[in-house]
């Protein structure tokens, strides 16, 4: 599973008590009636009160929210739950409030995925796509712990992401393998402290405070990508405590954690599409008249990469950056994300022949993110939670002789996916074993059968996982994230009537792309 990579930004997505009064817009509320663990009292029974979003001039986000009426607060969680008489730490919560009272169901946790990503901004999001049923939910955004405007987690790293394709050679990997170990070191020197309590089932834990706070016996749930593995992992942990939850592009929780594979043929098939939609227009992007042209533009820049890296603009990008830009640039269908990446391999195929270039400002996001410091604070925690969730394979000839293997069938996608990560190295192992999915909680499955980063045959491991579950299938498109961004009616139109009735369709159903 990756983190979430959609269109609109670089980064990657209910049956409460519906007497409970909206006087939660803008005061304090009591704790649910469910009795909490002993020694976490005072968190589920704590009172908040709600405030203006907005932190200084240039906060754009929280003016937004108060513009939209919007209400922000922090609540304060146990850093250690085993320990909840020490150490805490503080998460940040925004809440549009229901405006039609009178058919309320209750509060909806929000999550865009990730793992990390923000959230606190996501009310006004799904507010546009939940159109009319979106005035009988509250709708609350949740930066999870280590994430935005909670306690946050920086392991201080050079660079973005950390994803990377191990190279064409046994030298380019084991320069990987110092980078990698390199960021782990990091992070335990600037993080180490907190890095144990960065994982998925601390995160359900904190939900269910939140859903305490604010006075709910059951939740309604809604997220993407890693969102719909951390909704399953709420479920299963805190039975009888969600309403109605959509887990939109799900992957199965058998194969969450640090390694990529099983993504490779949804991507080269991603690939492939993308190279017939280009070879179409030619004469706008240059990159050859055919799929098979087109193919060999992207396979040359490879090349090239490797032979000697890229100068683009102020960058330089090299054999282990190239594949993941490909990587990432596949995985949507929509014709504004294609035109998007053909004008970025354009500039790439230009570095490649040795001409001075200028990256797109899409391609220049990207590479601005992945070569600086610059994403450090929001890959940092990312990484964090996949390393604290299932500990990863340390011995780095375990990955060399997986990418070895997997290159000659996924000469371009293998050696990204088998490649060695910071968590190979990482300091504080797993504190639990990865939760054991088996709840009969209802919900709505979105998924697209082309989705690259958590694969349709992953939609259908969780769909047999969770067994009170409904599977809503987006066919013949790529994409990731679905719901609301994407531009299918047929889904919306499914969603909103299941968020408005309830009720789970009576069979899985299918929308044709």
């Not at 790293?157 to 030298?171: D, F, H, V």
Request: include cysteine.
């Amino acid at each position: 599973m990756t983190p979430r990579t959609r269109t609109r930004a670089l980064a990657r997505r209910l049956g409460a008590l519906a007497a409970l009064p909206v006087l939660i817009a803008s005061g304090t509320v009591a704790a649910a009636a469910q009795s909490p663990a002993p020694g976490l009292a005072r968190y589920y029974d704590q009172h908040v009160t709600w405030t203006d979003c907005q932190q200084g001039a240039d906060d754009e986000q929280g003016r937004e929210l108060d513009r939209a009426g919007a209400r922000c607060t922090r609540i304060t969680v146990p850093l250690d739950y085993t320990r909840p008489g020490g150490r805490t730490i503080t998460l940040a919560l925004s809440r549009l409030a229901a405006t039609d009272s009178a058919h309320r169901v209750g509060a909806m946790m929000l999550n865009e995925g990730g793992p990390a990503e923000p959230t606190l901004g996501m009310p006004l999001e799904a507010r546009r796509y939940m159109g009319a049923v979106s005035t009988r939910y509250d709708l609350v955004g949740m930066d999870p712990r280590f994430v935005g405007r909670s306690t946050p987690l920086d392991c201080g790293w050079p660079s973005g992401m950390w994803i990377r394709s191990a190279g064409t050679t046994r030298a380019a990997f084991d320069g990987q393998v110092a980078l990698q170990k390199d960021l782990a070191e990091r992070c335990a020197r600037n993080s180490g402290d907190v890095l144990p309590y960065a994982n998925t089932r601390d995160t359900a834990r904190d939900i269910d405070v939140v859903r305490a706070v604010l006075g709910e016996r059951r939740l309604s749930y809604f997220g993407y990508s890693y969102g719909s593995y951390l909704g399953a992992v709420y479920a299963q942990m805190f039975p009888g405590r969600t309403d109605r939850m959509v887990l939109d592009s799900p992957g199965d929780p058998r194969v969450w954690g640090p390694r990529l594979t099983g993504t490779e043929e949804p991507s080269e098939r991603a690939l492939r599409a993308w190279a017939s939609w280009t070879a179409a227009r030619h004469g706008e992007y240059g990159l050859g008249g055919t799929r098979t042209a087109v193919l060999g533009t992207v396979a040359r820049i490879v090349r090239a990469s490797a032979a000697r890296p890229l100068r683009v603009g102020r960058y330089t990008v090299d054999e282990h950056l190239v594949p993941y830009l490909v990587y990432g640039g596949v995985g949507n269908d929509r014709d504004e994300a294609r035109a998007s990446f053909a004008s970025s391999v354009k500039v790439l195929d230009a570095a490649a022949r040795g001409a001075d270039v200028t990256p797109t400002p899409e391609l220049e996001g990207r590479l601005r993110f992945n070569l600086s410091g610059e994403g450090s604070a929001l890959v940092s925690p990312a990484a964090a939670i996949m390393c604290g969730d299932r500990a990863a394979p340390r011995d780095p000839d375990l990955y060399w002789d997986d990418v070895q293997r997997s290159r000659r069938r996924h000469p371009l996608f293998g050696p990204i996916t088998n490649n060695i990560g910071p968590c190979a190295f990482w300091a504080a192992p797993p504190r639990e074993q990865p939760t054991t999915i088996t709840t009969g909680a209802p919900a709505l499955l979105v998924s697209a059968t082309g989705d690259t980063a958590t694969t349709y045959r992953g939609a259908l491991g969780l769909h047999e996982l969770m067994t009170g579950s409904r599977l809503l299938t987006l066919r013949g498109v790529i994409a990731h994230g679905i719901y609301g961004e994407y531009g299918a009616p047929c889904v919306d139109a499914r969603v909103n009537a299941y968020l408005s009735s309830g009720t789970l369709p009576s069979r899985d159903l299918t929308c044709d792309g």
